[in-house]
């Protein structure tokens, strides 16, 4: 048996956690630069507030409704993620963390076995609640994607009480009957509208379409969602993840770039985030995209990039963006109001296969990237950073309804007064 475990409104739940206060309101999170609406909670839905719309359009509908708005926080969803999964992986031999607010469970190897499947899933909700104050939903089935339907359900459909395990065929049919087929796992926007001109709507009527027929017709893939659905397992989690082929770090400003030290500034800091994730995942870049444009709505939209070719692949944040201060001339143009800006790090290679060359005096400081990572990894992003990045950046991103960041910053740990 497989359980998925999966926060309800993640970043809404994680906004509350600190705020005992807020529980029972409706809280929203808007995206970068405070633009659109990316989570909602169950009050704010009851509340007419839809995902992804522009926060603009709502605002006044929120003020009405007491609806709490607040900026992303990432700092504090990703150590609240991190949390939750450490608590949750304590109740199966294996775990697979999906993405920052779901996680995949295996009990096959777990000794003794377990007797009560909804009990066990009834304790992790607990748990979890008890330890991070965060509500989570836990679907259990033979096969990943009947497990993602069951997560589906305990959300969806009351009558769980936020555990559905399926572990018969009648309860599989059941929950499956009541899922539309766009719902399932794997089944994108494109693959639903052909499965709708085929007459299949529901999850059930896919799982009993002929696998076959799935894959003539559609896939492989879709084949063994099919045969997922009807509890043959053909899936399984990666151990070990591949590499990223390319690693970007772009973004929108918060205030229009409108000068050359503005815009350097900029791109050595999307350099240094770039950077840490390579070296994270211990690759090296041979090649640097680089761009800047303002916005398409604008009068005379421009934009402009350049590509940096390295003599030696690096991962020194400090090579990079030497070398990018040598080429953002050419991407500055007087008059031009810089809206979204980026870099992007290709033709990838692992850092332990480093072909060296004896012409070349950049060299990587390895140990200062490793303090450096180090540190912003134990205190906080930014701790510690190039001097190029600005201290006071005006173009960082808008946050204007910013909580605390109550676990990775001092000054914004919770006092308590008694």
């Given at each position: ?8 409104s ?49 605002r006044?509908?929120?003020?009405a ?8 926080n ?10 939750m999964m ?9 775990q ?27 304790l ?22 009947l ?19 399926l572990?018969d065929k009648?309860?599989i049919h059941a929950v499956l ?7 399932v ?16 709507h ?18 492989i893939?879709?084949e ?7 509890g043959?397992?053909?899936k399984?989690?990666?151990?070990a ?13 918060g ?28 690759s ?16 005379h939209?421009?934009g402009?990039r350049?590509?940096i ?18 080429i ?7 008059g ?14 692992p ?12 060299i990587?400081n ?5 303090t ?38 001092w000054?914004?740990?919770?006092k308590?007064?008694?």
């Open positions: 048996m497989f359980a998925l475990v999966d926060a309800n993640f970043y809404a739940s994680a906004e509350v956690v600190f705020r005992p206060d807020w529980r029972g309101r409706a809280v929203i999170v808007l995206s970068n630069n405070d633009g659109c609406i990316v989570a909602a909670n169950r009050e704010a839905k009851a509340a007419g507030i839809e995902k992804f719309k522009p926060f603009f359009e709502v006044e509908q929120c003020q409704n007491g609806v709490i708005a607040c900026s992303s990432y700092e504090l969803y990703g150590d609240l993620s991190a949390r450490q608590i949750i992986g304590r109740f199966a031999p294996e697979h963390i999906y993405s920052i607010d779901e996680c995949f469970l295996n009990f096959q190897r777990i000794f003794p076995a377990i007797t009560d499947l909804r009990q066990h899933g009834q992790i909700r607990r748990t979890v609640w008890k330890e991070a104050k965060l509500p989570v939903c836990v679907g259990m089935a033979p096969t990943l994607t497990a993602k339907a069951a997560n589906h359900a305990a959300k969806q459909l009351p009558d769980y009480h936020g555990v559905c395990v572990d009648m309860a009957q009541q899922m539309d087929v766009a719902d796992w794997g089944i994108g926007r494109q693959i639903s509208k052909k499965l709708q001109l085929m007459d299949i529901t999850a059930a009527q896919l799982a009993a379409m002929p696998h076959k027929l799935a894959r003539k017709q559609l896939s893939e879709i063994r969602t099919v045969l997922e659905l009807n043959i397992p053909c399984n989690w990666d151990q993840r591949a590499d990223k082929q390319q690693i970007y770090s772009t973004r929108s400003v205030e229009r770039i409108t000068s050359l030290p503005l815009l350097q500034q900029a791109l050595a800091k999307h350099i240094a985030i770039a950077a840490a994730k390579l070296r994270k995942q211990g090296l870049a041979g090649v640097l995209f680089v761009f800047a444009h303002n916005s398409p709505f604008d009068d939209p421009a402009f350049q590509t070719t390295f003599p030696v692949p690096t991962a020194d944040s400090c090579v990079m963006g030497a070398a990018v201060s040598r953002v001339p050419q991407l500055f143009k007087t031009v109001r810089y809206y979204k800006i980026g870099v992007g790090l290709l033709d990838l290679t850092a332990a296969n480093r072909q060296l060359d004896l012409f070349d005096a950049s990587d390895n140990k200062l990237m490793q450096m990572d180090t540190i912003n990894c134990q205190y906080g992003t930014d701790t510690i950073f190039i001097a190029a990045q600005g201290i006071t950046p005006r173009w960082a991103m808008r946050r204007e309804l910013l909580t605390p960041q109550y676990t990775t910053r000054r914004d740990i919770p308590i007064r008694c």
